[in-house]
């Protein structure tokens, strides 16, 4: 299985947390600027055209950039505290013609950086028939995932894949 992790605005793939991931198969995790990039979507899609993306994981702006992706390549999402709504740093968002089969998305309800209520309704006014959305509303999380609540998450997500 191939993963692909896409980081948040300021953060990078912890070694712990990729561990974590390692469990399941080849993790790929790309050190991406988007300060410098606004096309970090279309850029994350062709740095990985000759590998087959099996799952994408992202947070809070690899999890914007992880909606979109999965869409494209038409994969499975875990998203956690995604900026779907509103971003600090522009973005171009690729026109989308598909919609992939499942994206479970985390949302901490004490998240003061990507507000939940916006996520709700991003997902509201996004709505397709096509994709199997599983929300986690935790009430106690805010915007940075401990690792122990990452991996929980991460073996929720693969389950639901059949692993």
Same mark, same amino acid.
């Given at each position: 299985?191939?993963?692909?992790?896409?980081?948040?605005?300021? @953060?990078?793939? @912890? *070694?712990? %947390?990729? /561990?974590?991931?390692?469990?399941?198969?080849? #993790?790929?995790? @790309?050190?991406?600027?988007?300060?410098?990039?606004?096309?970090?979507?279309? =850029?994350?899609?062709?740095?990985? =055209?000759?590998?087959?993306?099996?799952? #994408?994981?992202?947070?809070?702006?690899?999890?914007?950039?992880?909606? $979109?992706?999965?869409? /494209?390549?038409?994969?499975?999402?875990?998203?956690?505290? +995604? /900026?779907?709504?509103?971003?600090?740093? +522009?973005?171009?968002?690729?026109?989308?013609?598909?919609?992939?089969?499942?994206?479970?998305?985390?949302?901490?309800? %004490?998240?003061?950086?990507?507000? +939940?209520?916006? =996520?709700?309704? !991003?997902?509201?006014?996004? !709505?397709?028939?096509? =994709?199997?959305?599983?929300?986690?509303?935790? *009430?106690?999380?805010?915007?940075?995932?401990?690792?122990? !609540?990452?991996?929980?998450? #991460?073996? @929720? !997500?693969?389950?639901?894949?059949? $692993?």
């Amino acid at each position: 299985m191939n993963i692909l992790y896409l980081h948040g605005l300021d @953060s990078k793939l @912890s *070694p712990e %947390k990729k /561990a974590i991931l390692e469990k399941y198969g080849k #993790v790929y995790a @790309s050190d991406l600027n988007y300060y410098e990039n606004p096309d970090a979507i279309e =850029t994350i899609i062709d740095l990985y =055209t000759d590998v087959e993306i099996d799952a #994408v994981i992202g947070s809070s702006m690899g999890g914007f950039a992880g909606y $979109y992706v999965s869409n /494209a390549l038409l994969r499975p999402a875990l998203l956690f505290n +995604p /900026a779907l709504m509103k971003r600090s740093v +522009p973005q171009n968002i690729p026109s989308q013609e598909n919609y992939n089969n499942l994206k479970q998305i985390v949302i901490g309800q %004490k998240d003061d950086v990507v507000s +939940p209520a916006d =996520t709700f309704t !991003f997902l509201s006014e996004d !709505f397709n028939s096509v =994709t199997d959305i599983h929300l986690h509303l935790a *009430p106690r999380l805010d915007h940075n995932i401990p690792v122990e !609540f990452f991996e929980e998450e #991460v073996e @929720s !997500f693969f389950r639901k894949l059949g $692993y």
